[in-house]
């Protein structure tokens, strides 16, 4: 299973940016998906997980400003990001896998993107 991501780029303090991920995973049972920042000089950590069922998991530091969802017909997951800090600065890299019975921040993924840059700056 390939993951794509696209969408990341350059953006203002207070911006929003909506980061995507094609992901085909028809056919595959209790799947879940991540979303991961990796900031410069930092480790890779989880930003956002959802199950099959919809149900999302987010990071204390983006929670109520981020979003994360999938649209099964185009086999893409998305990110939107609103109120973007600095902070939020990193390599933003998308995550999945099946047959997960615990799908939680917690999750370890098998299937990796190449990853998209997100750059938050004045």
Known sequence: VQLVESGGGLVQPGGSLRLSCVARLS????????WFRQAPGEERKVI?????SGRASYADSVKDRFTIST?????TLYLQMNSLKP???GMYYCAADWGVWMCNLGTSFGRWGQGTQVTVSS
């Open 48 to 52: 956002a997980v959802i199950d099959n």
């Open 87 to 89: 902070d939020d600065t």
């Open 27 to 34: 056919g595959y049972s209790n799947t879940c998906m991540g």
């Open 71 to 75: 649209d099964n017909a185009k086999n």
